[in-house]
């Protein structure tokens, strides 16, 4: 594996971009449970309309959000796959080798389910007839598939000790990338379930947000704060029988089951449900999903202690990776993070909000508008930057 490294090594240190990595996955992983969890419900509720009209409301309603999550969830797992490829690339493109035709029909079953999704979306309506609810069954279907290959890919990732049994089993090469090796379904499971418990905070937080529109109806807002704690309370608590599941499904030498991660995972779940249990007031409003999105925090944290201790058994450790450090070009990277994403980002995060919160249209106030000046003057000067530094690069390599 360290033979297969890149040998121009990589640009700063590989704490880095271990630290990227987890914390993008986590921002991936907790769109992945709120569009799972939309869908889950958008579904469910197309096919209770019948027992009244605040089901076929929210059925519509989560079917927008798992639309636009989808997206989000495909944006930002962009991130995470690429610092993968920069400290686990051995493991990472081994594992897609093996499994190369999963690889490639990851893609093409992703584009078949948001199509499907988005038929399901244009034909979501009151009066929809019943089989309309077959494209969000399809999709769904897919979108856990889809699922189940990230996940299989990961964990094939983490076994580099029966990688030559999987390329040549009896001693004969294997090159069709026809078959997913190994799935831990205790892994799977939990990490795909934790989508019911977020949609069920995602719920409460959605009825806190609209409830400062006047004209929302209260019947409705009470119906999905309700709804939601419910969800929560019972899939937080259920959560915990395939988390302890894949605790004890570790491998005993790795010690990982004596180790604090998985066990603050379990407590925090617990926590969760019990709060849940209590009645959700209006003055809960973004606390129970923030709590949510933490879980999802440690897990990232989890995960990469587990691929840690996996490989360190083989002698890879990301820490010896060759480094040649380019100052510059991090140091645009996080100037390019911290203007565009924080500037640029948070001006349409506070635009979005403070629009939705209002009946009718939206004026913005002077901070919006302050943003609004910040992000396109950062916007322009990073482009300058970026066009100077690309310049000025290609000259100094000209002259050389």
Request: charged share 15%; net charge positive.
């Given at each position: 594996m360290n033979a297969m490294r890149d040998p121009a090594g990589i640009p700063a240190q590989p704490f880095v971009f271990q630290a990227l990595m987890v914390i993008t996955w986590a921002l991936h992983i907790a769109f992945v449970h709120l569009s799972m969890g939309a869908a889950g419900l958008a579904i469910y509720a197309f096919h209770a309309r019948s027992a009244g009209e605040h089901w076929a409301r929210l059925s519509t309603s989560m079917t927008k959000v798992a639309k636009v999550g989808v997206s989000l969830l495909i944006v930002l797992g962009v991130a995470p796959l690429l610092f993968t490829q920069v400290i686990y690339d051995p493991q990472w493109y081994t594992s897609n080798v093996l499994?190369?035709?999963?690889?490639?029909?990851?893609?093409?079953?992703?584009?078949?389910?948001?199509?499907?999704?988005?038929?399901?979306?244009?034909?979501?309506r009151a009066r929809a007839k019943r089989r309309v609810g077959l494209y969000a069954w399809g999709a769904l279907l897919l979108f856990c598939l889809d699922g189940l290959i990230m996940h299989a890919l990961s964990y094939q990732a983490l076994l580099p000790g029966r990688w030559m049994n999987w390329y040549a089993p009896s001693g004969v090469a294997d090159t069709r990338g026809a078959t997913l090796h190994a799935i831990e379904w205790a892994r799977y499971a939990f990490i795909m379930g934790l989508s019911v418990?977020?949609?069920?905070?995602?719920?409460?937080?959605?009825?806190?947000?609209?409830?400062?529109?006047?004209?929302?109806?209260?019947?409705?807002?009470?119906?999905?704060?309700?709804l939601g704690r419910q969800i929560a309370k019972w899939g937080f608590l259920s959560s915990i029988v395939?988390?302890?599941?894949?605790?004890?499904?570790?491998?005993?030498?790795?010690?990982?089951?004596?180790?604090?991660?998985?066990?603050?995972?379990?407590?925090?779940?617990?926590?969760?449900?019990?709060?849940?249990?209590?009645?959700?007031?209006?003055?809960?409003?973004?606390?129970?999903?923030?709590?949510?999105?933490?879980?999802?925090?440690?897990?990232?944290?989890?995960?990469?202690?587990?691929?840690?201790?996996?490989?360190?058994?083989?002698?890879?450790?990301?820490?010896?990776?060759?480094?040649?450090?380019?100052?510059?070009?991090?140091?645009?990277?996080?100037l390019t993070l911290t203007g565009i994403g924080g500037v640029v980002?948070?001006?349409?995060?506070?635009?979005?909000?403070?629009?939705?919160?209002?009946?009718?249209?939206?004026?913005?106030?002077?901070?919006?508008?302050?943003?609004?000046?910040g992000a396109l003057s950062i916007l322009g000067l990073w482009i300058a930057a970026f066009l100077a530094y690309g310049v000025m690069v290609s000259l100094r390599d000209g002259f050389n």
């Open positions: 499994s190369g035709r999963w690889a490639l029909a990851f893609i093409f079953t992703l584009l078949l389910a948001y199509c499907l999704w988005y038929v399901f979306y244009e034909s979501n418990p977020v949609i069920g905070v995602f719920l409460i937080a959605y009825a806190h947000y609209f409830s400062g529109r006047r004209d929302c109806d209260v019947g409705y807002l009470v119906f999905a704060r309700e395939p988390m302890l599941a894949w605790q004890f499904d570790l491998p005993p030498e790795s010690g990982l089951e004596l180790l604090p991660g998985g066990w603050l995972i379990v407590g925090a779940l617990a926590i969760m449900g019990v709060w849940m249990r209590l009645p959700v007031t209006k003055g809960h409003g973004y606390l129970p999903i923030v709590a949510s999105f933490m879980i999802d925090a440690l897990l990232a944290v989890w995960r990469e202690v587990i691929r840690v201790r996996y490989l360190k058994p083989f002698g890879y450790d990301i820490h010896s990776y060759r480094v040649h450090s380019d100052t510059p070009s991090m140091l645009l990277f996080f980002g948070g001006f349409y995060l506070t635009l979005l909000y403070r629009a939705g919160r209002t009946a009718g249209r939206y004026n913005a106030d002077k901070p919006v508008r302050y943003l609004a000046s």
